[in-house]
């Protein structure tokens, strides 16, 4: 391959591109100066509301205790629990069934007595008592459908594999900023409809459609706040937003233990995002995506903006080196895509390269591994021992330190280490679950 380019450089005689964009930034408009940090500080803001869009599910989905309406005992519902509810229905450990009552025996009438119920059968619920009436499991009567009501996490996952592809697309023909504002209002549009949804299965399509439209607004704002910030500064800028991923979904517990009903609760969550429509003048569009384009004119007033605003001196000289650099590399894509006709296909060049290939059959084992243990332990500590909200919150928060210790390790052990290192602590931690009380486990 370093051959083929090397006569395509005689062949067509395609200048050396020598000036990048971070060379740009290192030398004249400074690496993390006061526009990045300005940038970097409106990302935040976009990253905390892109958390709020993420996770809400667990708690206008959230679980509510139940037990079966028992007409031979009430004739409307006073209270969740009453005394005399161990005759109607089986309980464990205390705690009543949630989807079986005992028969109703045969030779009895409508009284409320030992002798109206058979303890020795039990029959599913005809009707149902909630304990609470503020997610959709009491609005759409989803009482005993476990399935349907953990469906709609899996229909948002789908939805935001479905974004990526879409907000690619979307940002390589309009650019990364008319894509980060495009799945921002999305998201603010579908996510309020939401309010109106009558029954489930118009909940689960919206949830689908607002994670498909909105799903890829937060790797819009990273890549635009990543290419501006110099490479010294890069990983500080990811951890901060990360950590204010994190710190989103402190504040949405806080949010929705302040408003627990999920209608209210997504009016509060998904009005402010139409205020992002903003973000289309105050986010500046991507340098590379315009240089691509031939848009140079734009990237030299772009790049003399930055400066200005770091104070820094950016000079002539070096923007039209950028620019010859930027042209050399567009023109070296054209000429090469002429030589990939008698390459190998990508799949074979991985094969043939066994370090690759090492790190492609690893790599997702990582991401799967990494996937179920992140979301299994954030969505399902709603449904632990204790406080739905605060569970969130703690988790959240214990997210936190795991980002800056890993930036503060990285360079002074090495990735591999830290990696290593994190999977078996975690590991480590999740095997202790196997020997706490049964107390703190599920509600």
Not at 57 to 69: D, L, M, Q
Not at 386 to 412: C, F, H, K, Q, T
């Amino acid at each position: 391959m370093e051959t083929e380019i090397k006569e395509t450089h005689e062949l067509f005689e395609v200048p050396k591109a020598n000036v990048s964009l971070d060379a740009v930034l290192i030398a004249a408009a400074g690496q993390f100066g006061r526009y990045q940090r300005r940038m970097l500080a409106l990302a935040a803001l976009l990253a905390m509301f892109t958390a709020f869009s993420g996770m809400e599910y667990v708690f206008t989905t959230a679980r509510i205790n139940t037990r079966c309406f028992i007409p031979e005992c009430e004739s409307s519902v006073v209270e969740f629990s009453p005394p005399w509810l161990v005759r109607a229905v089986p309980t464990t450990d205390g705690a009543a069934a949630s989807c079986q009552r005992f028969q109703r025996a045969n030779s009895t009438r409508d009284a409320c007595t030992d002798a109206s119920f058979d303890r020795s059968a039990t029959v599913a619920c005809s009707d149902y008592v909630y304990e609470a009436n503020n997610t959709i499991v009491y609005d759409y009567g989803l009482a005993c459908d476990e399935w349907r009501r953990s469906f709609v996490g899996a229909a948002h996952t789908t939805g935001g594999l479905l974004a990526l592809p879409i907000t690619g697309y979307v940002s390589d023909r309009w650019g990364r900023r008319a894509a980060l504002v495009g799945n921002a209002v999305s998201t603010a549009v579908v996510g309020v409809a939401r309010y109106w949804c009558a029954s489930y299965y118009s909940f689960l399509v919206a949830e689908i459609f607002k994670a498909t439209l909105g799903g890829g607004v937060f790797s819009c704002a990273y890549l635009l706040v990543m290419e501006l910030v110099g490479p010294k500064y890069r990983v500080t800028a990811g951890a901060a937003l990360s950590t204010c991923v994190s710190s989103g979904h402190i504040v949405l517990g806080a949010l929705a233990w302040g408003v627990p009903n999920w209608r209210h609760l997504i009016l509060i969550l998904y009005v402010p995002h139409f205020l992002f429509i903003s973000y289309y003048w105050i986010m500046s569009e991507s340098v590379r995506w315009n240089m691509s384009k031939g848009r140079y004119k734009e990237v030299e007033d772009f790049l003399r903006k930055v400066a200005r605003v770091n104070k820094r001196e950016l000079s002539e000289k070096l923007l039209q080196e950028y620019k010859e650099s930027t042209d050399a590399e567009n023109k070296l894509k054209i000429y090469e895509k002429q030589y990939k006709n008698e390459e190998p296909w990508l799949i074979v060049l991985v094969f043939q390269n066994k370090e690759i290939l090492k790190r492609c059959c690893i790599a997702p084992i990582w991401w799967i591994t990494f996937t179920l243990i992140y979301y299994g332990l954030s969505i399902n500590s709603v449904n632990m021992a204790g406080n739905r909200y605060l569970n969130l919150m703690v988790v959240a928060a214990s997210e936190i330190p795991g980002y800056w210790l890993a930036l503060l390790l990285m360079d002074r052990i090495g990735r591999k280490p830290v990696l290593i290192g994190a999977f078996w602590t975690c590991a480590a931690c999740q095997l202790t679950y196997i020997f706490l009380p049964k107390r703190f486990f599920l509600n």
